[in-house]
């Protein structure tokens, strides 16, 4: 039986946070009839299938043996999933109750949405801006790593890494959202065979935004609603969550070195083609040299 709504959560050392989230889903003012959560535990070491399994023995929980990464994982679950849309949410968020009955409204009244997100804030109120992005162009990488988009963050030229010159109090397109909170039109995801499983831990979100703004679909940002999102509890990168997380020092360099991979698989997927060899080199030596500057900060802090 079809369901409206189908949410998946997939979950790595976040017991605590899984928690609260489960919690704030239970409130949600979105008939419960017409919604299914579905939880994948990518291979946990802090207890959190048998935790969740015990607490919420009425939901979907499935146990991974090895960390398949979020974009396979989900995938994982979107198979068994029934619903006409389908929620990638973060386990380290909190969603208040009407939020899912506001979100899933937008997409049934606007039937050209073929993906949209909520706002979403970090617990001290401001916007997360991983959930509204630009494509991150040579160009727009470029402002962002130099801190111009922070110098001019109102700037359409300077700022296209984020979009700040959009009005982030009206609904609006973007070009990308991110996966803590994106809902996506199943027969949307289907037609793009949801997630590209190259990305193990980041970037499966921009990609596949990019790819349904390609096939002439768009991505919607719906500020009358939000979530609060921890962020990098899984990780352990985030400075305001760090103290939060149970990410250990290998965690945290395999979570950094993901973060550039990503960087180098989405520009030979989506722009190697249209640049000239040198330019490509050029960018892809820049990668990979803020690796390895983020790799020397993270390990001199670890010490």
């Not at 802090?46 to 991974?64: A, C, M, S, V, W």
């Not at 396979?72 to 109750?97: C, F, M, Q, R, S």
């Not at 009244?109 to 630009?134: F, I």
């Not at 402002?143 to 009206?170: D, M, V, W």
Request: with cysteine; hydrophobic share 40%; aromatic share 12%.
């Amino acid at each position: 039986m079809e369901k409206l709504l189908s949410i998946i959560i997939v979950s790595f050392n976040s017991k605590y946070f899984l928690d609260k989230c489960l919690a704030s889903l239970s409130k949600s003012s979105l008939d419960k009839k017409k919604q299914e959560i579905i939880i994948i535990d990518n291979a946990s070491t802090d207890g959190t299938f048998n935790y969740i399994r015990k607490k919420y023995p009425h939901l979907t929980i499935e146990h991974n043996l090895e960390n398949l990464g979020f974009a396979k994982a989900n995938n994982k679950a979107i198979e068994k999933a029934k619903g006409k849309y389908v929620l990638l949410l973060n386990p380290d968020t909190i969603v208040p109750e009407n939020c899912l009955l506001l979100m899933t409204s937008f997409m049934e009244k606007n039937k050209q949405a073929a993906v949209s997100t909520c706002r979403v804030e970090l617990p001290d109120g401001t916007l997360d801006d991983a959930c509204h992005r630009g494509y991150p162009t040579p160009w727009n990488a470029f402002c962002h790593f130099t801190y111009l988009s922070a110098i001019f963050p109102q700037s359409f030229t300077f700022n296209g890494y984020h979009l700040g010159y959009r009005n982030l109090g009206l609904i609006h397109e973007i070009d990308s959202c991110a996966g803590a909170f994106m809902l996506i039109r199943r027969k949307i995801g289907e037609k793009l065979n949801w997630l590209d499983e190259d990305y193990f831990w980041y970037g499966e979100d921009l990609d596949f935004c990019f790819r349904v703004k390609k096939a002439n679909f768009r991505v919607y940002f719906v500020p009358t609603s939000k979530i609060i999102h921890y962020k990098g509890i899984s990780s352990g990168l985030k400075r305001h969550s760090r103290n939060l997380s149970t990410a250990d020092k290998k965690t945290r360099i395999k979570a950094t070195q993901a973060r550039f991979a990503v960087m180098r698989i989405f520009y030979r997927k989506h722009y190697q083609k249209s640049r000239e060899k040198l330019l490509s080199r050029f960018i892809l030596a820049v990668i990979n040299i803020k690796e390895k500057l983020s790799l020397i900060s993270l390990k001199m802090h670890e010490n």
